[in-house]
Protein backbone atom coordinates (compact mmCIF):
# COMPACT_ATOMS: atom_id res chain seq x y z
CA UNK A 1 0.00 0.00 0.00
CA UNK A 2 2.87 2.41 0.77
CA UNK A 3 4.64 2.90 -2.90
CA UNK A 4 1.08 3.56 -3.81
CA UNK A 5 0.42 6.03 -1.45
CA UNK A 6 3.64 7.34 -2.47
CA UNK A 7 3.00 7.16 -5.81
CA UNK A 8 -0.15 9.01 -5.74
CA UNK A 9 1.35 12.04 -3.77
CA UNK A 10 3.58 12.02 -6.48
CA UNK A 11 1.15 12.61 -8.88
CA UNK A 12 -0.88 15.03 -7.00
CA UNK A 13 1.58 17.00 -6.68
CA UNK A 14 2.80 16.68 -10.39
CA UNK A 15 -0.86 17.71 -11.38
CA UNK A 16 -1.03 20.69 -8.93
CA UNK A 17 2.38 22.52 -9.91
CA UNK A 18 2.30 24.15 -6.50
CA UNK A 19 4.88 23.58 -3.74
CA UNK A 20 3.11 21.09 -1.88
CA UNK A 21 5.41 18.07 -3.63
CA UNK A 22 8.08 18.20 -0.53
CA UNK A 23 5.35 18.68 1.61
CA UNK A 24 3.16 15.38 0.84
CA UNK A 25 6.47 13.24 1.65
CA UNK A 26 6.53 15.22 4.95
CA UNK A 27 3.26 14.58 6.06
CA UNK A 28 4.06 10.83 5.39
CA UNK A 29 7.20 11.07 7.34
CA UNK A 30 4.77 12.91 9.95
CA UNK A 31 2.27 10.22 10.25
CA UNK A 32 4.60 7.56 10.39
CA UNK A 33 6.17 8.58 13.57
CA UNK A 34 3.03 9.11 14.87
CA UNK A 35 3.31 9.95 18.86
CA UNK A 36 6.60 8.92 18.59
CA UNK A 37 8.07 12.45 18.40
CA UNK A 38 10.90 12.82 20.25
CA UNK A 39 9.14 16.02 21.59
CA UNK A 40 7.49 13.77 24.41
CA UNK A 41 10.73 13.61 26.14
CA UNK A 42 11.07 17.55 25.67
CA UNK A 43 7.80 17.80 27.58
CA UNK A 44 8.33 16.06 30.50
CA UNK A 45 12.14 17.21 30.92
CA UNK A 46 9.59 20.70 30.93
CA UNK A 47 7.43 19.72 33.44
CA UNK A 48 10.71 18.64 36.02
CA UNK A 49 11.90 21.90 35.47
CA UNK A 50 8.47 23.54 37.00
CA UNK A 51 8.91 21.80 39.60
CA UNK A 52 12.67 22.03 40.23
CA UNK A 53 13.83 24.45 43.07
CA UNK A 54 16.49 26.55 41.55
CA UNK A 55 17.53 30.25 42.56
CA UNK A 56 19.24 32.56 45.66
CA UNK A 57 15.35 32.14 46.36
CA UNK A 58 15.13 28.28 46.12
CA UNK A 59 11.88 28.50 44.78
CA UNK A 60 10.30 26.36 41.56
CA UNK A 61 8.05 28.17 39.04
CA UNK A 62 4.95 26.42 40.71
CA UNK A 63 3.74 29.93 42.10
CA UNK A 64 4.51 31.54 38.70
CA UNK A 65 1.29 33.42 36.65
CA UNK A 66 0.99 32.82 33.45
CA UNK A 67 -1.88 34.72 33.18
CA UNK A 68 -4.41 32.32 34.37
CA UNK A 69 -3.33 32.77 37.81
CA UNK A 70 -0.31 31.58 40.09
CA UNK A 71 0.63 28.17 39.01
CA UNK A 72 -2.28 27.51 36.32
CA UNK A 73 -0.62 25.82 33.29
CA UNK A 74 -3.25 24.44 31.35
CA UNK A 75 -4.78 26.57 28.73
CA UNK A 76 -2.18 29.11 29.62
CA UNK A 77 0.15 28.90 26.56
CA UNK A 78 -3.00 29.63 24.38
CA UNK A 79 -3.69 32.94 26.11
CA UNK A 80 -0.37 34.64 25.74
CA UNK A 81 1.09 37.15 24.47
CA UNK A 82 -0.65 39.23 27.17
CA UNK A 83 -0.52 42.36 29.11
CA UNK A 84 0.68 41.52 32.60
CA UNK A 85 0.03 44.48 35.34
CA UNK A 86 2.59 43.14 37.56
CA UNK A 87 5.38 43.72 34.76
CA UNK A 88 3.73 46.76 33.17
CA UNK A 89 4.42 45.43 29.58
CA UNK A 90 2.94 42.77 27.30
CA UNK A 91 4.51 39.17 27.28
CA UNK A 92 4.94 35.97 25.48
CA UNK A 93 5.35 32.54 27.15
CA UNK A 94 9.25 32.80 27.18
CA UNK A 95 9.02 36.68 28.06
CA UNK A 96 6.82 35.40 31.24
CA UNK A 97 8.78 32.70 32.25
CA UNK A 98 11.98 34.77 32.64
CA UNK A 99 10.05 37.17 35.02
CA UNK A 100 9.34 34.68 36.73
CA UNK A 101 12.50 32.89 36.94
CA UNK A 102 14.02 36.60 38.29
CA UNK A 103 10.82 37.47 40.30
CA UNK A 104 10.28 34.06 41.98
CA UNK A 105 13.43 31.95 42.04
CA UNK A 106 15.80 35.23 42.45
CA UNK A 107 17.79 34.24 39.37
CA UNK A 108 19.67 36.88 37.36
CA UNK A 109 18.41 38.37 34.38
CA UNK A 110 21.94 37.43 32.59
CA UNK A 111 22.30 33.84 33.96
CA UNK A 112 18.35 33.13 32.68
CA UNK A 113 19.53 35.15 29.04
CA UNK A 114 22.92 33.11 28.37
CA UNK A 115 21.94 30.70 26.28
CA UNK A 116 18.08 30.61 26.22
CA UNK A 117 17.95 28.35 23.15
CA UNK A 118 20.14 25.27 21.99
CA UNK A 119 23.62 25.16 20.17
CA UNK A 120 24.96 22.73 18.46
CA UNK A 121 25.47 19.46 20.46
CA UNK A 122 22.82 20.56 23.13
CA UNK A 123 19.84 17.87 23.68
CA UNK A 124 17.96 21.48 24.69
CA UNK A 125 17.55 24.32 27.10
CA UNK A 126 15.50 24.68 30.12
CA UNK A 127 13.49 26.86 28.26
CA UNK A 128 12.66 25.06 25.48
CA UNK A 129 11.59 22.10 27.66
CA UNK A 130 9.41 24.19 29.88
CA UNK A 131 7.78 26.02 26.70
CA UNK A 132 7.17 22.87 24.97
CA UNK A 133 5.16 21.25 28.31
CA UNK A 134 3.53 24.65 29.04
CA UNK A 135 2.30 24.32 24.61
CA UNK A 136 1.24 20.52 25.04
CA UNK A 137 -0.91 21.75 28.64
CA UNK A 138 -2.56 23.89 25.83
CA UNK A 139 -3.15 21.46 23.23
CA UNK A 140 -6.61 21.90 21.73
CA UNK A 141 -7.90 24.85 23.11
CA UNK A 142 -8.24 27.94 20.82
CA UNK A 143 -5.37 30.59 20.05
CA UNK A 144 -6.72 33.41 22.12
CA UNK A 145 -4.38 36.20 22.67
CA UNK A 146 -4.87 39.53 25.01
CA UNK A 147 -6.00 42.33 22.37
CA UNK A 148 -8.36 44.25 25.40
CA UNK A 149 -5.80 46.93 26.56
CA UNK A 150 -4.04 49.76 24.75
CA UNK A 151 -0.73 47.88 25.33
CA UNK A 152 -1.84 44.88 23.84
CA UNK A 153 -3.40 46.45 21.17
CA UNK A 154 0.01 48.91 20.49
CA UNK A 155 1.81 45.43 20.39
CA UNK A 156 0.06 43.63 17.91
CA UNK A 157 0.38 47.29 15.61
CA UNK A 158 3.94 47.23 16.16
CA UNK A 159 4.26 43.53 15.13
CA UNK A 160 2.50 44.20 12.00
CA UNK A 161 5.05 47.34 11.21
CA UNK A 162 7.80 45.24 12.22
CA UNK A 163 6.38 41.94 9.91
CA UNK A 164 6.19 44.38 6.43
CA UNK A 165 9.43 46.34 7.34
CA UNK A 166 11.95 45.90 5.39
CA UNK A 167 15.43 46.12 5.93
CA UNK A 168 18.97 44.88 5.35
CA UNK A 169 21.21 44.04 2.88
CA UNK A 170 18.37 42.21 1.24
CA UNK A 171 16.14 44.53 1.69
CA UNK A 172 14.02 42.01 3.60
CA UNK A 173 11.05 42.29 5.36
CA UNK A 174 8.68 39.08 6.71
CA UNK A 175 6.52 39.59 4.25
CA UNK A 176 8.41 39.16 1.67
CA UNK A 177 8.38 35.55 2.17
CA UNK A 178 5.33 35.40 3.97
CA UNK A 179 3.46 37.41 2.33
CA UNK A 180 1.84 35.42 -0.44
CA UNK A 181 0.90 32.23 -1.44
CA UNK A 182 2.02 28.81 -3.02
CA UNK A 183 5.50 29.95 -3.03
CA UNK A 184 8.43 27.97 -1.59
CA UNK A 185 11.72 28.44 -0.56
CA UNK A 186 13.88 25.62 -2.26
CA UNK A 187 11.51 22.64 -1.79
CA UNK A 188 10.12 24.17 1.15
CA UNK A 189 6.53 25.77 1.27
CA UNK A 190 6.35 29.60 3.19
CA UNK A 191 3.30 29.94 4.93
CA UNK A 192 1.41 33.13 3.56
CA UNK A 193 1.10 34.55 7.39
CA UNK A 194 -1.01 37.72 6.47
CA UNK A 195 -4.36 35.07 6.24
CA UNK A 196 -5.64 33.11 9.30
CA UNK A 197 -5.36 30.06 7.34
CA UNK A 198 -1.72 30.20 7.24
CA UNK A 199 -0.72 32.06 10.59
CA UNK A 200 -2.82 29.40 12.18
CA UNK A 201 -0.97 26.66 10.41
CA UNK A 202 2.19 28.07 11.68
CA UNK A 203 1.37 29.63 15.30
CA UNK A 204 -0.67 26.45 16.47
CA UNK A 205 2.28 23.77 15.51
CA UNK A 206 5.19 25.87 17.26
CA UNK A 207 6.90 25.14 19.62
CA UNK A 208 8.06 21.79 17.36
CA UNK A 209 10.45 19.23 17.30
CA UNK A 210 12.89 19.84 14.38
CA UNK A 211 14.65 16.78 13.19
CA UNK A 212 17.43 18.21 11.27
CA UNK A 213 18.71 19.66 14.82
CA UNK A 214 17.17 17.09 17.02
CA UNK A 215 15.85 20.01 19.63
CA UNK A 216 12.83 21.34 20.54
CA UNK A 217 12.75 24.86 18.66
CA UNK A 218 9.89 27.59 19.96
CA UNK A 219 8.01 30.60 18.55
CA UNK A 220 10.25 32.89 19.66
CA UNK A 221 13.52 31.06 18.12
CA UNK A 222 11.59 30.89 15.23
CA UNK A 223 11.42 34.57 14.86
CA UNK A 224 15.16 34.87 16.16
CA UNK A 225 16.06 32.63 13.11
CA UNK A 226 13.97 34.37 10.46
CA UNK A 227 15.46 37.60 11.27
CA UNK A 228 19.06 36.23 11.19
CA UNK A 229 18.10 34.94 7.52
CA UNK A 230 16.67 38.61 6.85
CA UNK A 231 20.21 39.47 8.22
CA UNK A 232 18.83 41.94 10.70
CA UNK A 233 20.45 42.43 14.26
CA UNK A 234 20.03 39.70 16.84
CA UNK A 235 16.16 39.04 17.88
CA UNK A 236 16.56 38.95 21.59
CA UNK A 237 14.06 36.52 23.34
CA UNK A 238 11.55 37.72 25.29
CA UNK A 239 12.16 41.46 23.93
CA UNK A 240 8.94 43.91 23.09
CA UNK A 241 9.85 43.33 19.03
CA UNK A 242 9.90 39.31 19.82
CA UNK A 243 6.91 39.46 21.51
CA UNK A 244 5.11 42.09 19.28
CA UNK A 245 6.03 39.38 16.77
CA UNK A 246 4.43 36.72 18.32
CA UNK A 247 1.39 38.90 19.11
CA UNK A 248 0.77 39.74 15.28
CA UNK A 249 0.89 36.13 14.42
CA UNK A 250 -1.23 34.83 17.39
CA UNK A 251 -4.03 37.63 16.72
CA UNK A 252 -3.64 35.95 12.87
CA UNK A 253 -3.87 32.63 13.93
CA UNK A 254 -7.11 33.94 16.75
CA UNK A 255 -9.12 30.99 17.12
CA UNK A 256 -7.71 27.96 15.82
CA UNK A 257 -6.70 25.04 18.38
CA UNK A 258 -3.00 24.65 18.98
CA UNK A 259 -1.29 21.12 18.27
CA UNK A 260 1.97 22.00 19.24
CA UNK A 261 5.00 20.40 20.35
CA UNK A 262 4.65 19.73 16.44
CA UNK A 263 6.93 17.70 14.60
CA UNK A 264 9.13 19.81 11.58
CA UNK A 265 12.19 19.10 9.54
CA UNK B 1 18.58 12.96 30.84
CA UNK B 2 19.70 10.59 28.37
CA UNK B 3 18.95 6.90 29.40
CA UNK B 4 15.18 7.27 28.79
CA UNK B 5 13.16 4.69 26.12
CA UNK B 6 9.26 5.55 25.06
CA UNK B 7 8.38 1.81 24.34
CA UNK B 8 5.26 0.74 22.61
CA UNK B 9 4.45 -2.98 21.59
CA UNK B 10 0.87 -4.52 19.98
CA UNK B 11 0.06 -8.02 19.10
CA UNK B 12 -2.24 -8.68 16.22
CA UNK B 13 -2.32 -11.91 13.88
CA UNK B 14 0.43 -13.23 16.05
CA UNK B 15 2.66 -10.85 15.02
CA UNK B 16 4.20 -8.00 17.79
CA UNK B 17 5.15 -4.94 16.55
CA UNK B 18 7.24 -2.54 18.76
CA UNK B 19 7.47 0.86 18.37
CA UNK B 20 10.94 2.22 20.25
CA UNK B 21 11.78 5.98 20.91
CA UNK B 22 15.32 6.67 22.81
CA UNK B 23 16.64 9.67 24.01
CA UNK B 24 20.25 9.93 23.25
CA UNK B 25 22.16 12.61 21.52
CA UNK B 26 24.03 10.37 19.24
CA UNK B 27 26.78 12.67 18.85
CA UNK B 28 29.56 11.15 15.86
CA UNK B 29 32.28 12.33 17.24
CA UNK B 30 33.04 14.59 14.45
CA UNK B 31 30.88 17.97 14.70
CA UNK B 32 32.38 21.53 16.53
CA UNK B 33 30.78 23.61 19.17
CA UNK B 34 30.18 27.19 18.75
CA UNK B 35 33.93 27.70 19.87
CA UNK B 36 35.45 24.81 17.65
CA UNK B 37 35.75 22.72 20.17
CA UNK B 38 35.26 18.71 18.78
CA UNK B 39 32.10 17.61 20.53
CA UNK B 40 32.63 13.89 22.14
CA UNK B 41 31.60 10.86 20.45
CA UNK B 42 28.87 9.34 21.78
CA UNK B 43 26.29 7.01 20.13
CA UNK B 44 24.52 3.92 20.70
CA UNK B 45 26.79 0.59 19.93
CA UNK B 46 24.02 -2.29 20.19
CA UNK B 47 20.31 -2.29 21.07
CA UNK B 48 18.94 -4.93 21.60
CA UNK B 49 15.00 -6.16 22.34
CA UNK B 50 13.67 -9.03 24.33
CA UNK B 51 10.84 -10.82 24.90
CA UNK B 52 9.78 -12.18 27.98
CA UNK B 53 13.52 -12.12 28.95
CA UNK B 54 14.25 -13.71 25.44
CA UNK B 55 16.47 -11.90 22.79
CA UNK B 56 14.39 -10.97 19.36
CA UNK B 57 16.55 -8.89 18.19
CA UNK B 58 20.07 -7.28 18.41
CA UNK B 59 21.18 -4.83 16.36
CA UNK B 60 24.69 -3.26 16.18
CA UNK B 61 24.53 0.76 15.74
CA UNK B 62 27.04 3.18 14.33
CA UNK B 63 27.23 6.98 14.56
CA UNK B 64 25.52 7.45 11.83
CA UNK B 65 22.08 7.08 13.08
CA UNK B 66 20.17 10.18 14.12
CA UNK B 67 19.79 11.68 17.84
CA UNK B 68 16.83 10.74 19.84
CA UNK B 69 16.98 7.22 17.29
CA UNK B 70 13.65 5.18 16.61
CA UNK B 71 13.45 1.29 16.03
CA UNK B 72 10.26 -0.18 14.57
CA UNK B 73 10.51 -4.19 14.36
CA UNK B 74 8.26 -7.13 14.24
CA UNK B 75 8.61 -10.51 15.29
CA UNK B 76 6.45 -13.71 15.53
CA UNK B 77 4.34 -14.47 18.69
CA UNK B 78 3.83 -12.50 22.14
CA UNK B 79 0.25 -11.68 23.22
CA UNK B 80 -1.24 -9.49 25.45
CA UNK B 81 0.02 -8.46 28.79
CA UNK B 82 3.56 -9.91 27.29
CA UNK B 83 7.00 -8.03 28.31
CA UNK B 84 9.20 -6.30 25.86
CA UNK B 85 12.22 -4.93 27.15
CA UNK B 86 14.50 -2.66 25.38
CA UNK B 87 18.05 -1.96 26.20
CA UNK B 88 20.84 0.18 24.93
CA UNK B 89 24.79 0.54 25.36
CA UNK B 90 26.81 3.08 24.29
CA UNK B 91 30.18 4.11 23.51
CA UNK B 92 31.01 5.12 26.86
CA UNK B 93 29.70 2.64 28.32
CA UNK B 94 26.24 4.03 29.26
CA UNK B 95 23.26 1.81 29.52
CA UNK B 96 19.57 2.81 28.96
CA UNK B 97 16.50 0.52 29.18
CA UNK B 98 12.71 0.60 29.33
CA UNK B 99 10.04 -2.00 29.60
CA UNK B 100 6.52 -2.36 28.65
CA UNK B 101 3.62 -5.20 28.45
CA UNK B 102 2.00 -5.79 25.09
CA UNK B 103 -1.23 -4.71 24.50
Same mark, same amino acid.
Given at each position: ?8 ATLLAVLTGTASADDGMFDEYREMM ?76 ? $? ?35 ? %? ?51 ? $? ?40 ? %? ?22 | ?15 ? $? ?8 ? $? ?27 ? %? ?47
Amino acid at each position: MQPHLIAAATLLAVLTGTASADDGMFDEYREMMGDDSPAVFVIDEGEEYWYETQGPKAASLEACDLGLGPGVVEGAYAGVPRFFEDAGRVMDIEARLQHCMIELQGRSAE $EVNRKPYSLRGDMGTEMEALVAWLADQSAGMAVNPGQ %VTPEEQASYALGEEIFFYRAGPHDFSCATCHGQNDVRIRLQALANLTTHEGAA $EAYTSWPAYRISQSVVRTMGWRMRDCMRQQRLPELIMGSDAS %VALQMFLAVKASGAEMAAPGLKR | MAGKIRIRAKAENGVT $EVKALMRHPM $ETGLRKDQEGNPIPAEFIKEVTVSHNGTV %VIQTYWGASVSANPFLGMRFNGGAAGDTVTVTWVDNTGATGNGETKIR
